[in-house]
């Protein structure tokens, strides 16, 4: 049985990795806060946000349960650049509603599609806790202006009063998304835009580091 655990754990990591977008590095969330074999059924690493069999979507194979809230910046519709921010995304194709199942603090940590049950009750609480105001919080589910060009990205554009020399042309230490409408300037920013929930080599998740700023600056010029 441990011989097969093991293996069911493999398939499941390398299965959830393969239904990540391409250039998505790999890495491990073993010993980090977002191992919850501690609870979890078979002390299972990946259980909590993916399955192999009867997820929610077949993108990422998410597993765990999305939150019923409506998010929103319940102090601003639009951010200082013009560029307007979403009221959509529980239902918008992007993977922030992912993150946010667990970080809005209304859904247990352990509530899973598969096995249909809640295996651990604790809500997140505190400063991981972003929503589901998320009043305070860099915009998500929003355009970023790749390129040095005004994008469009879940239904928004880069707004008219957004410099666009005062963002990289191209950033590499951060992950942009692409939008399925499709199109050339089609990026946007999500939740794992500047956090990899795979890899804490930076706190937080962060892809880069906090000193001097490095995370704010590899999207912003100044």
Same mark, same amino acid.
């Given at each position: ?5 093991? %293996? ?8 959830? &990795? ?7 590095? $790999? ?9 919850l074999s501690g609870t979890?059924?078979? *002390? ?10 009867? *997820?929610? #979507? ?7 349960? =999305?939150?019923? $809230? #409506?998010?929103?910046? $319940? ?36 509530? &899973? %599609? ?6 651990? *009750?604790?809500? +997140? ?8 105001? =998320? ?17 469009? %990205? ?5 707004? &008219?009063e957004v410099i ?22 089609? %990026?946007? +920013?999500?939740? *794992? ?21 490095? +995370? ?7």
């Amino acid at each position: 049985m441990h011989a097969l655990r093991k %293996y069911y754990l493999l398939v499941l990591g390398l299965t959830a &990795t393969a239904a990540l977008a391409p250039g998505m590095a $790999s890495a491990s969330v073993v010993g980090t806060s977002h191992d919850l074999s501690g609870t979890a059924p078979g *002390a299972q690493v990946c259980i909590a946000c993916h399955t192999p069999h009867s *997820a929610n #979507s077949t993108l990422l194979l998410w597993n765990h349960v =999305l939150s019923a $809230s #409506s998010f929103a910046w $319940s102090d601003a519709t639009e951010t200082t650049g013009g560029t307007t921010l979403p009221t959509n995304i529980k239902t918008w194709s992007g993977s922030s509603k992912n993150c946010l199942s667990c970080h809005d603090g209304t859904v247990e940590i352990g509530k &899973t %599609y598969n096995p249909a049950s809640t295996w651990d *009750a604790t809500k +997140i609480v505190g400063a991981a806790k972003v929503g589901p105001d =998320l009043k305070g919080n860099h915009p998500v589910a929003v355009p970023y202006p790749n390129n040095s060009t005004k994008n469009t %990205y879940n239904g928004a554009t880069t707004g &008219t009063e957004v410099i666009l020399a005062d963002y990289k042309s191209a950033p590499t230490k951060v992950r942009l998304f692409r939008d399925p409408a499709g199109g050339a300037n089609n %990026y946007g +920013i999500e939740c *794992a835009s500047c956090h990899d929930p795979h890899s804490s080599t930076y706190s937080d998740f962060l892809r880069d580091t906090t000193v001097g700023s490095a +995370i704010c600056l590899d999207c912003h010029s100044n």
